[in-house]
């Protein structure tokens, strides 16, 4: 059998990041044995490390390594010991931003999973989420206010103010509406669009846009909220969507309440997909949606789910190995079904465990 080998470029990060990311690398090294693959891992440092190390959050070898790599395995930057930096050399926006400007990572897509078996750990009533539930948010990354100039602050007669702009073309809502109609062809068929068409211009140009691509995809229903409605809807009835689609600040924003109504940020990977297509699939960068959570770092206790279902992500987005990476969803889920649990989805009658254990027990399942 002909063995397929991959480069991925390993950007750990700060916080728990490390911890988690060896237990990927552990369930990665139990797909090569099963399925006939090799993965060429190259580390670097990203975020605070690199600040501390290399003087910038994103250094230039960095930058090297992922363009030699057909993916890019992302952990989490930032942390207290950074937060006194000016903001533009903080981890988050002097290293995320960047890098998804660099290799235009325009889209990314974040799954929201209730587990069935973790509903106890939703903040939401008992009966919205009895029997889990399965959301994809769509977030388009590369424009609207994050990206948008101008983006100043700056004295005028004799008072701050600060601007950013919101700026959307067609060309950028067309190509992220295109992956939320596919995304959504393969799963219920059902496309809930977000926006704000009542007040911004963009907006429109967003709701429009979308309506007139409906026609290409006449299998997907495609349904409009705004996004105020959107963040109550998803509270009062989060098993009503299917696949969300939004610009990058409402869906950065939903996303969020989306993963936090799981009830763990530890369960929850994203992948950023770029504009370069490969015959396998998209490059990208595929990280766990929680931070670096360095009240529990180097404690041996944190979720390395998220960056295992991460590491899923990228061999089914990127890596074109679409078996492998149901391999890896179908492990974790026996794991779930078997009780074991890391501290932030324990509950009376499951066993506790910490973050090698979690990882051990996923890899054996494979």
Known sequence: MTTKTF?????????IGPEVMAEARRVLAAIEAKFAL?????????????????????????IRVCEASDAILFGSVGGPKWESLPPNEQPERAALLPIRKHFGLFANLRPAVCFPQLTHASPVRADLVAGGFNILCVRELTGGLYFGQPKYSREENGDTIAVDTMVYKRSEIE??????????????????????????ENSVLWRRTMNELAKQYPDVQLSHLYVDNAAMQLIKNPKGFDVIVAENLFGDILSDEMAMITG????????????KETPLGRFGLFEPSGGTAPDIAGKGI??????????????RYSLGEPAAA??????????????????????????????????EAIAAAI
Do not use: Y
């Open 7 to 15: 480069q991925i470029a390993v950007l750990a990060g700060d916080g």
């Open 38 to 62: 090799t993965f060429s891992f190259t580390e670097a440092r990203v975020g605070g490390i690199a600040i501390d190390v290399d003087g910038k959050a994103l250094p230039e070898e960095t």
């Open 175 to 200: 190509r992220i509406a295109h992956v939320a109609f596919k995304a959504a062809q393969g799963r219920d068929k059902r496309l809930t669009s977000v926006d704000k068409a009542n007040v911004l």
């Open 264 to 275: 763990s940020l530890g369960m929850l990977p994203s992948a950023s997909l770029g504009l």
């Open 302 to 315: 944190a979720n390395p789910i998220a960056q295992i279902l991460s590491a899923a992500m990228m061999l």
């Open 326 to 359: 149901a391999a890896i969803d179908a492990a974790v889920k026996v794991v779930i079904e078997r009780g074991l649990r890391t501290g932030d989805i324990h509950s009376e009658g499951t066993q506790r465990v910490g973050t090698r254990e979690m990882g």
